[in-house]
């Protein structure tokens, strides 16, 4: 698949402003076409993550490209056909089958340590 390469105003980089001003315009605009309401769009999101998460423990590089592939499918269900979802989406389904074998190789899945933080609550 070819690299895209970004430009804004002919510059292949942005300054934090104009990023900010790009994302104001796409949120506000394409974006809410593409993808119908906000809200409704994230609370379907929430809801495929709450029962892909049920009864999971860790979470290894292909849940989370398996949950990426789970907003695709959200934003699917709102707005107006985009392409994008599809294909996004079976990318990030084989993005999972790769990250998903590679670890079954390494067979080492370092979990993260976050200090004092698990799973949302605090070790004693």
């Not at 769009?41 to 590089?61: D, M, T």
């Not at 695709?72 to 089958?97: C, E, H, M, P, Q």
């Amino acid at each position: 698949m070819p690299v895209r390469a970004h430009y804004f105003k002919g510059r292949a980089t942005m300054t934090a402003k104009e990023v900010l001003e790009t994302a104001l315009e796409v949120v506000g605009g394409e974006r809410a076409s593409t993808h119908g309401s906000m809200l409704e769009n994230h609370e379907n999101i929430a809801r495929l993550w709450n029962a892909y998460l049920y009864n999971k423990g860790e979470l290894a590089a292909s849940d989370v490209a398996s949950m990426m592939e789970l907003l695709k499918i959200a934003r699917r269900k709102l707005g107006s056909l985009n392409r994008d979802d599809y294909v996004d989406g079976a990318g990030y389904a084989a993005v999972a089958y790769e990250c998903a074998e590679a670890g079954e190789k390494r067979n080492d899945q370092i979990p993260l340590d976050f200090g004092n933080v698990v799973f949302g609550s605090v070790k004693p």
